[in-house]
């Protein structure tokens, strides 16, 4: 049953130290109806070098309405408006930050807590997890496992360090993952792993003007395919 009355609230995100000249981030919480009341599931979303994206503020907020804690942010350098990326201990600092957050008011702290991203939100989730930030599942959105069109180098160093089961979703047309490359990564894998491939989709979950699908499409795919692993992790 679809909640109605789910609430967003705009909040600052401490920083454990400055970056940028920045104290905090911004982030925006999701508030189900009756919160904390039935299971007590989080999600914490990250962004990836975007301000915006509609793709995770549109999971933002169709999980609040199914009655999941939601908190969306970005990193530093977004905030900041810089085009480099933070460093790794930034990005998973600001991600145990803002992790923290969701237990400010030990009331109301979720009971479970599911962590990831788009694309280098993806990446961070994955460095938290394997920093043992304790989570019941990550997932991943657009995994960005090498760099446009090569697979010389690959960023699969944090996945065989996560414990959690994981859940990846992956466009056919996404130059910065070569499907065979992570089917061949995830047989090396110790989580239990799942892959959920959305046909015509790239890095950012776009689809081409002359595909038969819609980005509604595309983003009501990628909300099913997260709603249900989410369950199936929690065995409902």
């Not at 509609?54 to 350098?77: D, I, M, N, S, V």
Request: charged residues 25%; neutral net charge; contains cysteine.
């Amino acid at each position: 049953m679809v909640e109605p009355t789910a609430r967003f609230e705009d909040i600052e995100i401490p920083l454990p130290e400055p970056v940028h000249d920045l104290s905090a981030v911004k982030g925006v919480l999701g508030v189900p109806e009756w919160w904390p009341t039935g299971s007590r599931v989080s999600v914490v979303l990250a962004h990836g070098k975007e301000a915006e994206d509609p793709l995770l503020e549109g999971l933002q907020r169709a999980l609040t309405e199914r009655k999941f804690l939601t908190l969306r942010f970005r990193f530093p350098f977004v905030e900041a408006e810089k085009s480099r990326p933070d460093d790794t201990p930034v990005l998973l600092r600001t991600f145990r930050a803002a992790a923290a957050v969701l237990g400010r008011d030990p009331t109301a702290a979720p009971a479970h807590l599911f962590i990831g991203g788009k694309n280098l939100g993806a990446q961070a989730a994955a460095y938290a997890a394997a920093a043992r930030l304790r989570v019941d599942g990550v997932f991943l959105l657009g995994y960005p496992l090498h760099k446009q069109g090569s697979t010389a180098e690959l960023r699969d160093d944090p996945l065989y360090r996560v414990i959690s089961p994981t859940l990846f979703v992956q466009g056919t047309r996404d130059r910065h993952c070569d499907l065979d490359v992570l089917r061949r990564v995830l047989l090396r894998v110790g989580a239990v792993s799942k892959l959920h491939v959305v046909d015509e989709a790239d890095h950012g979950f776009k689809v081409l003007k002359k595909s038969p699908r819609t980005q509604e499409d595309v983003e009501a795919e990628v909300l099913t395919a997260l709603h249900d692993w989410i369950a199936k992790v929690l065995g409902e």
